[in-house]
């Protein structure tokens, strides 16, 4: 038997659960879970937001553990390996995207979450390939959040190509901005954090930041053509007319926040100096060990609370009412 916590009805609290175990297919490996971070994606799923729940429903994509049993035709010598998986869990390996190496964008990608139990479980099954090992850096607790967070706001810098020579916004600090901070520091770019909130400007400047920008103040109207990226965490609407005046020509406003609204954007805004509004999602399990690697020299981390995962239900209200500083992260044998 395997157990953890599931959201018995749309909308619900996560209470214990129990089901059957499921045998091993060849490629897969069973993951005894140490931790599990909380995404906003989670809160969705329990909410059915995106209309694909099934309920009971256990949450959980940045999850880390241990592998302690492989298929048959995994190499033993992965037992015992500190590995975490994220959003994805499975690609078909043989169209186009996956033969890139791209398997986030495969048509068959398979969630981690969805239609399936996820990390908020003692043991995870998954194909190994989705498996990543954690350098030895890297505490379990803090590697979490990479598997999802992380990941989603690296994948920008290298699917751009973003480099230490250019000026890079973070719009919204949270549980990814701080990290895309973080990352655009490491990097070497020039770096501003744009925030409604004030209150967060010293961990702004502590994260590599230049300044904290509020939204139509001064200083945003003096950085008027400043920036060759500018990556949005927010999910809120923006008045996106104004964001964009921030771009250098060609620059690039990088999505990897949900706005709720369609953008409202003047097609000139694009055409004078051929900007450009793009989106990011994910990254492939190549990316995510390269990520980690990164992470583990350059001393990039999450800002983690860790909460004993029978608190679940506190730790998703944390989440639910932002009040999360940064990441919530859930573990076994926490007290
Ligand atoms: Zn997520
Ligand atoms: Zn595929």
């Not at 091993?24 to 995404?39: A, D, F, K, P, Y």
């Not at 890297?138 to 000026?167: D, M, W």
């Not at 139509?216 to 949005?232: C, E, P, R, V």
Request: proline share 4%; net charge neutral.
């Amino acid at each position: 038997m395997n157990h953890g916590f599931a959201s018995l009805v749309q909308g619900g609290s996560c209470e214990p659960f129990h089901w059957e175990a499921r045998p091993l297919g060849s490629q897969e490996v069973r993951i005894h879970i140490t931790h599990c971070g909380i995404c906003h994606s989670d809160i969705h799923l329990i909410d059915n937001d995106w209309a694909i729940s099934q309920y009971p429903l256990v949450p959980g994509h940045e999850a880390v553990g241990v592998i302690e049993e492989v298929g048959s035709q995994v190499d033993s010598s992965r037992l015992g390996q500190r590995v975490g998986v994220g959003w994805q869990s499975q690609s078909c390996g043989i169209c186009p995207q996956c033969r890139r190496g791209h398997e986030h964008y495969c048509a068959q990608s398979e969630a981690t979450c969805v239609h399936r139990h996820g990390g908020f479980a003692r043991d995870l099954v998954v194909h190994q390939r989705f498996a990543i090992k954690i350098p030895d850096e890297i505490a379990s607790a803090e590697a979490g959040p990479l598997f999802c967070g992380g990941i989603t706001v690296y994948t920008p810098f290298k699917a751009h190509r973003i480099q230490a020579n250019q000026t890079v916004g973070i719009l919204g600090l949270g549980g990814l901005g701080h990290l895309a901070l973080q990352f655009a520091n490491a990097f070497g770019c020039q770096t501003y954090a744009f925030s409604t909130s004030e209150s967060k400007r010293e961990e702004a400047l502590r994260y590599g930041a230049v300044d904290l920008v509020g939204y139509g103040s001064s200083t945003f109207q003096k950085l008027a053509g400043h920036f060759d990226f500018l990556i949005s965490t927010v999910s809120a609407d923006l008045d996106w007319s104004q964001i964009l005046k921030l771009l250098a020509p060609e620059g690039t406003l990088i999505l990897v926040g949900a706005s709720p609204k369609p953008l409202n954007i003047q097609a000139s805004m694009l055409i004078n100096g051929a900007r450009k509004v793009a989106g990011s999602v994910i990254g492939n399990p190549m990316d995510i060990s390269e990520m980690l690697a990164f992470c583990a020299r350059s001393g990039v981390r999450p800002q983690i609370e860790v909460l004993p995962f029978a608190q679940v239900n506190q730790a998703l209200d944390k989440v639910r009412q932002n009040q999360a500083r940064y990441r919530m992260v859930l573990g076994w044998d926490v007290t």
